[in-house]
Nanobody, 125 residues
């Protein structure tokens, strides 16, 4: 059974940093694509950062470029999202997703097979 577990969320002031983690069991991230999404109630999930290991390029949504960095520790089967220079508009529940089905693009949330439970990020001004 595949399980993704996120951690590292919390409350910070604007300009602060958080490092989110997503550890997988029953699945190896380097098999396919993995991405971080964020979601606010009443809004669609937004792809924030992700990579498909066949291409090897990490992509970011424009609003986080230069501030967020996605990385992986393959030995721990864990992906990270280092978030710096946080802004109030970054507040959301953050999820990691893995295993993109054929036909889906990196930030197409409906095409991922596995999701974590989410971790809350709150940035105050």
């Amino acid at each position: 059974q595949v399980q993704l577990v996120e951690s590292g969320g919390g409350s910070v002031q604007a300009g602060g940093s958080l490092n989110l983690s997503c550890v997988a069991s029953g699945y190896t991230f380097s098999r396919d694509c993995v991405a971080w999404f964020r979601h606010l109630p009443g809004k669609e999930r937004e792809g924030v950062a992700g990579i498909c290991y066949g291409g090897g390029i990490t992509e970011y949504v424009d609003s986080v470029k230069g501030r967020f960095t996605m990385s992986e520790d393959s030995a721990k089967n864990t992906v990270y999202l280092q978030m710096d220079s946080l802004k109030p508009e970054d507040s959301a529940t953050y999820y990691c997703a893995a295993d993109l089905r054929n036909g889906g693009k990196l930030f197409t949330s409906d095409y991922y097979n596995y999701w974590g439970q989410g971790t809350q990020v709150t940035v105050s001004s």
